[in-house]
């Protein structure tokens, strides 16, 4: 305590906690460097640094009733201390203890100097991990052992719970719980309460200093756990603080236009449709509807199991904005669905006088600047093309409705650049996000968390459940027998594999997952080039399917590398059943619509995420013949094959999105782009969700009550925002 300076109360501007951590007792330069390999600069990372677990040491036991390989306490009494050596020369350091129920040997190797640590008769608890020696006794190598006096279970000043940190090479567990405890004792006074106090009571949450008391020195799990809680809600709440300042509706100034939607409106445009709406439809119509009657842009995310039905409910919405005189765009990620999208509507527009046009890249100049100067004139009512498009130089005419199909490429940061789309800056579109992947609720929460959110879970009825099998490889030439079979019957097949070329490069398409890489790097190269290499590249298993077992009938290959127009013309002929046997990439994943394709066969399987699976699937849910999905695999990865075999028995793209979160974590739903919910050091998606829809709420409302954080109690809310979001999320003006 000596060598702490006293500390007046800084100025009421000054950030103690923002000092260098080199300001903290037993940090010196060379600590300091070692602790910034940890990420650690001021002193709030200090204090704020997570313990990856605890040691609970109170487990305490009689010698007698030890489990061995169990992390156990006794305290007991040293009856013989004797030093060693095994026949390899290794020196080992004996420590014999009793308690009356047993004896228990303490052993150390290669530490000679414990011996001189210990005298008969001394008292001491010991921590560790008991086993059986040979002999029948209990052993404990290198425990933890503490001197405690005659009538003590534990000494006064320690707590039997034990912080353990992550380290780096240099530093040790001890000196880093030392750093941080003296950085507690000098700075623990400083820390400002950041959560308004009503807030803080309201959801039953210890107070900061407390919090950060009980995380690095808690007498029980519990005290530990609810310091966890807290920090993790306060993330959450940042986060959603963050995301609330994005939404378009904190923008009080912006306005949209008010679509009405009249019982003549809707009887005109459910005509349209061959079937009636199922309920989720019509819910998330019934909001999109609503949505789109107030004066604020509506910001809303329509997210469908595949195959739920969602491009209805975007045909609905377009043709209310329509109604309403205003012009209405919807925009796809890729050529070939513009153009899927582009027929859709004509199929559904086929009796309908409103005027519309497909904006693509392969458009003639001419027709272009023709279709260019109709959309201005506010001569079509309806536009339908691909992103980049909106995002160059076409001038709208009233627009009232965006519709994004981005199908899985989303993110808050994505659209950001969307923000100011076709607006004047007072008045804005209304827009509407779909996206076909399953995510789970909490992370839709937070990819989405600038949108609300729309679910259409509930498939139209009569639809058949695709049947989804493992096929072992041996079983190879009897499937592709049965396949080529119903082929001849006049099925279509898709045969996707993960890569386009095989053996050669490791080069992935699609959005393979990250973790794939790993999974090669850790099997040997030969492995790889042989066995694995087979069925791999679209362009060899093309060959192999055209001119083996499928010879005879028509079969194409269709992958990202090939231009627009060849993949258009492929899948044309294929929409027409020209194309028997489609070979493919992933490119397929994204809403493809081939009702007669009802088959198809998944190439190491083992190679993609769950819910891109879920997504492939879903192109052989479309006709009125169940569909049937083969996979084949490499699943001697434990996994691997847990995955695979949940995804052939569960057909909901939710669950299963759910279940992937609990296997492989959710860094895998936010993509590879920066975003800032891969830094969450406390909270869990998969475990907080209950904290996480609280804090959802709760930055709601303060943000409507305090849209800047301008009030003096959400001074250190407003720092944490901005520090950790500010340049992410394009922050720099609140409010
Ligand atoms: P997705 O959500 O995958 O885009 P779609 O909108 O493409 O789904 O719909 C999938 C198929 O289901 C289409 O063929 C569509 O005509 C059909 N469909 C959509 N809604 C219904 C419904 N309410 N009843 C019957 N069939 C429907
Ligand atoms: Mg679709």
Redesign the pocket.
Same mark, same amino acid.
């Given at each position: 305590m000596t060598t702490a300076a006293p500390r007046a109360n800084p100025p009421a501007r000054i950030d103690p906690l923002g000092e260098s951590a080199q300001y903290v007792r037993g940090v010196g330069p060379a600590r300091f460097e070692l602790l910034q390999r940890l990420g650690i600069t001021t002193v709030r990372d200090l204090l704020f640094y997570a313990p990856r677990d605890y040691e609970d040491l109170t487990d305490f036991r009689p010698i007698a009733q030890l489990q061995p390989e169990k992390l156990q306490s006794v305290v007991g009494e040293v009856v013989e201390i004797d030093t060693r050596s095994t026949r390899r020369g290794l020196a080992v350091v004996s420590v014999l203890v009793q308690d009356g129920t047993g004896v228990l040997e303490a052993v150390w190797y290669q530490q000679p100097f414990m011996a001189q640590k210990f005298r008969p008769g001394q008292r001491l608890v010991l921590s560790g991990k008991p086993r059986r020696s040979r002999q029948g006794y209990w052993q404990m190598a290198h425990p933890r052992v503490q001197p405690v006096d005659a009538q003590e279970n534990f000494p006064a000043n320690e707590t039997p719970i034990l912080p353990i940190y992550s380290l780096t090479e240099g530093l040790r567990q001890e000196q880093l719980r030392r750093i941080i405890r003296n950085a507690l004792e000098q700075y623990g006074d400083l820390v400002p309460e950041s959560l308004p106090e009503a807030l803080r009571q309201a959801r039953n949450l210890p107070t900061l200093r407390q919090t950060l008391h009980w995380l690095h020195h808690p007498k029980t799990l519990e005290e530990a756990r609810q310091a966890r809680r807290r920090l993790a809600y306060e993330e959450f709440l940042i986060l959603h603080l963050a995301l609330a300042h994005r939404r378009r509706d904190v923008n009080a100034q912006v306005r949209a236009p008010q679509m009405q939607l009249t019982r003549l409106i809707d009887q005109r445009i459910r005509r349209l449709f061959p079937? *009636?709406? *199922?309920r989720d439809?019509e819910r998330a119509i019934a909001e999109i509807c609503r949505d789109m009657a107030q004066d604020r842009p509506m910001r809303r995310l329509l997210q #469908?199991d595949?195959? #739920? %039905?969602?491009? #209805?409910v975007a045909v609905y919405a377009l043709l209310v904005c329509v109604a309403n005189k205003h012009q209405a765009a919807l925009m796809a990620p890729t050529e070939v669905l513009a153009r899927q999208h582009w027929q859709t509507l004509n199929n559904y527009l086929a009796h309908s006088r409103v005027r519309r046009v497909l904006l693509t890249g392969s458009l003639s100049e001419a027709q272009r600047s023709l279709a260019l100067g109709e959309i201005r004139m506010g001569q079509v009512d309806l536009v339908v093309g691909t992103q980049a498009l909106i995002q160059n130089d076409v001038e709208f005419h009233r627009l009232g409705l965006v519709i994004i199909d981005e199908q899985h490429r989303f993110g808050v940061l994505q659209r950001a650049q969307f923000r100011n789309l076709g607006g004047d800056g007072r008045t804005q579109p209304h827009y509407l996000v779909m996206t #076909?992947t399953p995510i789970p609720r909490t992370v839709a929460l937070t990819l989405f968390g600038d949108l609300d959110v729309s679910v259409i879970r509930q498939m +139209? +009825?009569g639809r058949q459940p695709v049947k989804t099998k493992l096929v072992p490889e041996s079983q190879r030439p009897e499937l592709e027998k049965y396949l080529r079979a119903e082929v001849e019957k006049g099925r279509q097949l898709y045969v996707v594999c993960p890569l386009v070329e095989g053996a050669a490069e490791e080069e992935l398409v699609g959005d393979l997952y990250d973790d794939w890489s790993e999974h090669t790097q850790s099997r040997g190269r030969n492995d790889l080039a042989s066995e694995t290499a087979r069925y791999k590249g679209a362009e060899q298993h093309y060959e192999y399917l055209r001119d083996g077992p499928f010879r005879g009938l028509t079969v194409g290959l269709l992958h990202g590398r090939m231009d627009e127009r060849r993949k258009e013309s492929v899948m044309a002929r294929f929409r027409r059943g020209e194309i028997h046997v489609l070979v493919c990439t992933t490119v397929i994943e994204v %809403?493809v619509?081939v009702p007669n394709a009802t088959l198809m066969v998944i190439e190491h399987a083992e190679r993609f995420g769950l819910s891109q699976l879920h997504q492939l699937r %879903?192109r052989v849910t479309?006709g009125p013949v169940a569909g049937e999905c083969y996979l084949f695999a490499d699943i001697s990865n434990d996994l691997c094959r847990t995955r695979l075999r949940l995804f052939v028995q569960t057909t909901d793209g939710f669950e299963l999105a759910e279940a992937d979160a609990r296997l492989r974590g959710i860094g895998q739903f936010f993509g590879t782009r920066q975003h800032g919910v891969s830094e969450l050091r406390y909270a869990s998606f998969v475990k907080d969700g209950d904290l996480l829809e609280q804090a959802r709420q709760d930055a709601l409302e303060l943000a409507r009550a305090d849209p800047g954080l301008r009030q003096e109690c959400h001074r250190e809310l407003r720092r944490a925002v901005l520090e950790r979001y500010g340049d992410k999320l394009d922050l720099a003006e609140i409010g």
């Open positions: 079937f *009636t709406l *199922t439809q #469908a595949v195959g #739920a %039905g969602k491009t #209805a #076909a +139209p +009825p %809403g619509d %879903g479309r």
